[in-house]
């Protein structure tokens, strides 16, 4: 890969001028790929995310298949709060699982300021194994704080975040501690890995869209604006992304975003309306479409280049992670689609 | 109630003058209810579904608390291809789960059209049970083709969809005629109630929020709109629900209804301005925000009915269904805020 292209990534995001539209999957990594299958095998979820050698090999399989502009690191929502050995653990096939939910005033207590050294000392390992390697950037990972919160407070995965609405409408006081200690938290984790090398960092706040926007703005913004402003002179660019988040787009640019990862379910024509100029975009191919036949594939990539207008602020990527049933070489015929029709013609700003 | 206050909430629909916003709550009847869950100790889902007096008397148990303006026919959204004998059953704790899932072209074969008197006279008879006691609005109700396709083709619900994407993706003409036997069921299904005295009807897409708006339209709309439009001449509201349609809220209007259900997750005053005049609208306060203490229920009853802006063809109602964890006291007090605040001016077509 050219220097040029190397930096294709990393100027979208700050909408600088380059010519090839970049392009990575989120969850890139993961069950799609039968080389991590494999290793799964023989190794746990946590067990892969805790042994840099094997986070770093999974982070790397699909830079190798599909020749994607950025690399994630492997890692969950949840990695930093549970290493404060808090009773969380990542059942398989359900999810993060908390023993004893938060819910009382009293739980603050149990999560104590994270220590990246201390605390996920595998992480960092796997950053600088990964910087070392890699001849494209890595993006941080991280949970932001309403993400994160939900999975404590409802105990498990949810469909209606009922428990956390109920804390979070029900006593604002604790409500708002909890969300400025898992701020805290997120935002140590973020340096820490931007310390060791990653060139960019994304900021999931996956169940942000179970919100409507007055809560999101009330309830949510200013933990995940605290993150994302503190982090800003760490000078790398930050994405901010959700599932659901069709109505939050130009509140999660407030927060502090260098971009906005925009699902499928917005038109990307119609998301880029709803963000301010100055905050680029990401995504938004339908996860589920690249099960499709080629031909239809290849129409929906052409329709999500067309409603980026040619920007020079657009990265392209899912609108949601990679499904477990994708075909890996249909995404690294999309990475080559993505390269060969997806120019930048310099624009920004009239879009 | 008099007669004037019986028709609000059919006035509402049509957008035809009246005095109070109407309301009613989707899931108003159902696991909130200690009345409800004691009949359940006793009696499975399947079998209140299936038992006249049963189904009746849990359709009726929210009117009697609530004052509701409209009572909801108590029945899946499964129900009637159910009826058919496809292996389909609703697991407790779970949903709808079929045993051998829907994904070839020759699955096609064991959808039988549906003759309501012989698959669903438990159905018929229910409503006629709740026609002669009800001095309110009866709703009918069904599934819309998408929604019940899911369940099909995923074999029990779904976060993802994929493999229901796959099928429309890669076998178009199948995915066609299989929406266009589900839709002839719906159809036949809605029409039986009517027939018997439902005053309105609500067609559930709950899950079409999972698809772009360019797949709605090409791979489900015209299924939709098929029902809608032949039920037209049988002259009752048409209601046209989903769970996660912001961007869907003009294309679900298109095709037919008279009153499209909004989520929580888009203010009502955003989704007004997505919906054509002509159109009425419904929701949709947060499902969960009635969790929360009195003031900020209040205020939140409020800003839905300010949003509304005073027009006469609103609907009140949450943005999804009742919560199992919902206090029913809470429901009562929001059914008494709106008629005491809901005033309408008579507002439609300046929105």
Chains 1, 2 share one sequence.
Request: glycine share 10%.
């Amino acid at each position: 890969m050219t220097p040029l292209a190397r930096r294709a990534f990393l100027a979208a995001c700050r909408g600088e001028e380059h010519d090839t539209v970049p392009v990575w999957f989120m969850r890139q990594a993961g069950r799609s790929l039968p080389e991590y299958r494999a290793i799964r095998e023989r190794h746990d979820f946590e067990e892969v995310v805790r042994t840099p050698e094997l986070a770093a090999e999974v982070t790397l399989q699909p830079v190798r298949r599909y020749g994607v502009d950025a690399a994630i690191l492997f890692s969950d929502i949840v990695t930093p709060v549970a290493s404060l050995g808090i009773g969380l653990e990542i059942r398989p096939g359900v999810g993060p699982v908390v023993d004893e939910p938060f819910r009382r005033p009293a739980d603050l207590a149990r999560l104590r300021e994270l220590e990246p050294e201390e605390d996920l000392p595998y992480v960092l390992e796997t950053v600088r194994l990964l910087v070392a390697e890699l001849d494209i950037p890595l993006i941080g990972f991280a949970g932001a704080p309403f993400t994160v919160a939900s999975y404590l407070i409802e105990g498990g995965p949810s469909k209606t975040y009922d428990r956390t609405k109920a804390l979070m409408f029900s006593d604002e006081p604790t409500w708002h501690r909890l969300m400025e200690r898992l701020a805290g938290i997120t935002l140590a984790s973020l340096r820490a890995q931007v310390r060791e090398g990653a060139a960019a960092v994304q900021l999931f706040d996956s169940w942000a869209g179970a919100l409507t926007p007055a809560d999101y703005e009330r309830y949510v913004l200013p933990h995940s604006r605290h993150v994302l402003t503190e982090l800003a002179d760490a000078g790398v660019p930050m994405i901010h992304f959700g599932v659901g988040t069709g109505e939050l787009l130009g509140l999660m640019a407030d927060a502090g975003a260098d971009v906005v990862g925009v699902d499928w379910r917005v038109p990307l024509d119609v998301a880029r309306a709803r963000i301010p100029e100055g905050v680029g975009t990401q995504g938004n191919l339908d996860a589920a479409a690249v099960l499709a036949p080629w031909e239809v594939v290849e129409a929906r990539v052409r329709d999500v280049l067309h409603r980026s207008g040619g920007r020079r602020d657009h990265v392209f990527n899912l609108g949601h992670g990679v499904l477990p049933t994708t075909e890996p070489d249909v995404l690294a015929r999309v990475v080559e689609l993505v390269h060969r029709e997806g120019r930048t013609d310099g624009t920004v700003g009239d879009g």
